[in-house]
Nanobody, 123 residues
Framework: QVQLVESGGGFVQAGGSLRLSCAAS????????MGWFRQAPGKEREFVAA????????DYVASVKGRFTIDRDNAKNTVYLEMNSLKPEDTAVYYC????????????????WGQGTQVTVSS
């Protein structure tokens, strides 16, 4: 079993920055593909960003492209989401996910999920 633990969420004013981390532990399979998703109150969970197992390929939803950066450190079994120029509409619970079927925007493409970390952006 793989455990994913997110951290780094918090409260920030619009225009500010946060860096989320997702640490994998337990029976970690070798460098899985990783994704970040988010869910705002009353809305469905949505894809935010993903990174391939080797870090070479990344994908972002249009609304965060140019503001967010996904990165990973396989030696530490950790993936990061650097979030800059935050907007109130970025407010959500952010989840990381791990899978082995290639980076995808579909949540069904990931096998393991973290518990989420709250990000709140005030206007």
């Amino acid at each position: 079993q793989v455990q994913l633990v997110e951290s780094g969420g918090g409260f920030v004013q619009a225009g500010g920055s946060l860096r989320l981390s997702c640490a994998a532990s337990g029976r970690t399979f070798n460098s899985p593909d990783m994704g970040w998703f988010r869910q705002a109150p009353g809305k469905e969970r949505e894809f935010v960003a993903a990174i391939r197992w080797d870090g070479v390929i990344t994908d972002y939803v249009a609304s965060v492209k140019g503001r967010f950066t996904i990165d990973r450190d396989n030696a530490k079994n950790t993936v990061y989401l650097e979030m800059n120029s935050l907007k109130p509409e970025d407010t959500a619970v952010y989840y990381c996910a791990a899978g082995r079927t290639g980076i995808t925007r579909r949540d069904t493409g990931y096998d393991y999920w973290g518990q989420g970390t709250q990000v709140t952006v005030s206007s």
